[in-house]
């Protein structure tokens, strides 16, 4: 039985300290792949050299929304150049965050529209962030002809996640499960073989470590919270969440 955290930032420098030791947690708790994903171009190159010095560690590559201001006229040159590199899995994370709106709505759009459509041309899935923006993403989704993607952090409703099921996409959880009653229906709701997880670490720590750095041995609390929720044992979910990621992945 092994687990597989499908989205975290593991480059930021809280982890400079004790690096080896998360790395090390992580394999104790049964972990056999951790993603590492990029936000900008910079972050992306930093996922990679991780790729490339631990075995267990794959990389994505691409703009988030709160970056898709920095993107500039060479950027999609470049992104394509990363995503050639052999542990590259993704175009990601991109998508549309109108919470923040830390790059205007027109940007955002453009740049999340042209990533998907990279996406597609290179045959690569999607790693996609959503906030507040469940109609505008939808529509970016369903013009683009997206491939393949996963929605991740999954923090909409039931109605939006059908929706995204629709499209062939699959959703992701993070430890925001372990703390947000609404999301439970939405897990309950839909199969089992269309759900990943993940911590997005350092963020949104689960319980019982909340207010704690989180990191990618703590998404078994995520995989123990859907057990819970279908009432199925943990084995189930760890061994169909970690084949939908290797699937997904091409581990």
Do not use: W
């Amino acid at each position: 039985m092994q687990l597989i955290d499908t989205h975290s930032h593991i480059y930021y420098d809280k982890y400079k300290e004790d690096f080896d030791k998360v790395l090390k947690r992580a394999e104790d708790n049964n972990l056999k792949n951790i993603i590492c994903v990029g936000v900008d171009i910079e972050s992306s190159e930093k996922s990679i050299l991780l790729a490339e010095k631990y075995n267990m560690i794959y990389s994505t590559a691409g703009y988030h929304p709160h970056e898709s201001k920095d993107a500039n006229e060479n950027y999609l040159e470049k992104l394509e150049q990363l995503l050639n590199h052999e542990k590259v899995v993704a175009v990601g994370e991109i998508g549309l965050d109108f919470f923040y709106n830390h790059s205007d709505k027109k940007t955002q759009i453009k740049i999340f529209n042209e990533q998907i459509e990279l996406a597609n041309h290179v045959n690569m899935p999607c790693v996609i962030h959503n906030r507040n923006s469940d109609e505008e993403l939808l529509n970016s989704l369903k013009q683009q002809k997206i491939k393949k993607g996963v929605i991740h952090c999954f923090a909409s409703n039931l109605n939006f996640a059908k929706k995204i099921l629709d499209l062939n996409l699959l959703l992701s959880f993070t430890g925001l499960l372990t703390f947000n009653k609404d999301l439970e229906n939405v897990v309950k709701e839909i199969p089992l073989e269309k759900i990943m997880i993940e911590t997005d670490s350092p963020y949104l720590t689960p319980k019982p470590h909340r207010g704690k750095r989180n990191e990618p041995y703590m998404v078994k609390y995520v995989a123990q919270k859907i057990a819970d929720i279908k009432n199925i044992s943990f084995e189930e979910v760890a061994n169909t969440t970690t084949k939908n990621a290797v699937k997904f992945f091409g581990l």
